[in-house]
């Protein structure tokens, strides 16, 4: 991997501490030595992460970058974690993601007392992991729209309904559920609805819960899912309710998953680049190699820059994050410059491939599919310029939003 490509440490407005690099360059070797050899191995087979490279990554804390030290994580904040998802994500996208199965999902652990910090403790390390069904067959962008039900039964919610798009609901502990609350008398909007953790064996759906998963054209590692809950049961006390508090931990927990998505998009980007770069110089047409036409010269420059621009920016962003300042609108600025400029990226360097891009011989078609994806979840493109515009100009009239 090119230290000219990958991130400068002295240039970067002081951001880069020592011990950041450290933490980076851990998370570089890691991909190098483990991520990047079994995704080249794995991913054009479709199967699963293996179980021993997220023991690993377990003992090297990347579960729980985020979680405070109390708790058994390593208290770090948005820029470490960033740091450490746009090294695996240059290997491999679904790695960089599973980690976000820690670090993001720490605040809904289902339990109370000692018995939630075990657990938490547990997922710091990996051994303890969740999942989130929020959309459904008819519901994506507006969860407000959510149909599936959480009717109270004594000390218990019961859950019927369909959830859509749950990647790792087999191998996760438990999954978190966006109910609307099964009652006349409750408010409607987000304000009617409930988070209900749902534990179960890993490797198993819940009782009571079939599914099916969604035959998708990249992000393998782990399977996406169809659910539906007929009936499902979970006691009262593990469930999170729309209280003021869930909904802005859930804010900030999704302004994260919008900045951890740029640091994936630029470590696929990374990882194209880096390959192209290298085919480029490989790659001997009329009698020299294709790096010397400047065609492809200025292509790659190019490519470079909208890496590093994409870079720069999320480091900014995430530092405004860790201090407290990152406001909705910086987040959804990072997610739409950086999977945008993912996908133009990863295409320009099939295109430099040429026909051997269009092959699954080279992992450049796995960055370029993955590519693709960061433009749709964790809000699309079309979203964020929403949340962007409105900020800027104010909420249309129903009239002008036509």
């Not at 191995?41 to 804390?61: A, C, T, Y």
């Not at 507006?142 to 149909?147: E, I, N, R």
């Not at 990374?270 to 065609?295: H, N, T």
Request: glycine content about 12%; charged content about 25%.
């Amino acid at each position: 991997m090119s230290d000219a490509l990958a991130g400068h440490d002295a240039q970067v407005g002081g951001h880069m501490t020592p011990e950041r690099i450290m933490i980076r360059d851990m998370a570089r070797e890691f991909t190098r030595d483990v991520v990047l050899p079994t995704a080249n191995r794995i991913d054009p087979e479709k199967g699963d992460i293996p179980q021993k490279v997220i023991d690993q990554m377990g003992e090297l804390g990347f579960f729980g970058i985020l979680i405070p030290e109390e708790l058994g994580g390593l208290g770090l904040g948005a820029f470490e974690y960033c740091l450490v998802a746009e090294e695996l994500s240059r290997g491999w996208m679904s790695v960089a993601s599973i980690i976000a199965r820690g670090n993001s999902f720490y605040r809904s652990v289902p339990g109370q007392g000692q018995e939630r910090r075990e657990k938490i403790a547990r997922m710091a390390k990996g051994q303890y992991l969740g999942a989130v069904a929020l959309s459904e067959p008819n519901v994506g962008s507006d969860l407000s729209g959510v149909s599936c039900r959480a009717r109270r039964d004594g000390d218990e919610w019961v859950i019927t309904g369909s959830k859509y798009w749950c990647t790792f609901a087999d191998g996760a502990d438990y999954i978190s559920v966006l109910c609307r609350i099964d009652d006349p008398e409750a408010p409607q909007g987000r304000g009617g609805t409930i988070y209900v953790s749902v534990e179960k064996p890993k490797g198993e759906l819940p009782k009571g819960c079939s599914g099916a998963p969604i035959p998708k054209i990249g992000y393998f590692g782990w399977k996406t899912w169809e659910l539906h809950f007929d009936q499902v049961r979970a006691p009262v006390q593990l469930a999170e309710t729309g209280s003021g508090a869930v909904v802005e931990s859930a804010a900030f927990a999704l302004g994260l998953a919008r900045a951890h998505t740029a640091a994936r998009s630029i470590g696929l980007a990374r990882g194209a680049l880096e390959d192209a770069l290298a085919y480029a110089k490989e790659r001997v047409q009329f009698k020299q190699p294709i790096s010397d036409f400047q065609a492809i010269r200025f292509k790659l420059a190019g490519m470079a820059t909208e890496v590093e621009a994409a870079r720069q920016l999320m480091y900014h962003v995430c530092h405004e994050v860790d201090a407290g300042r990152g406001g909705s609108v910086e987040t959804s600025m990072v997610k739409l410059f950086a999977s945008e400029m993912s996908e133009r990226v990863t295409s320009e360097a099939l295109q430099i491939f040429g026909g051997a891009g269009y092959t699954t011989l080279y992992p450049i078609e796995r960055y370029w599919r993955d590519a693709r994806l960061t433009k749709i979840f964790e809000g699309t493109s079309e979203i964020q310029l929403r949340i962007i515009a409105d900020a800027l100009l104010g909420k249309p009239s129903v009239r002008g939003s036509n």
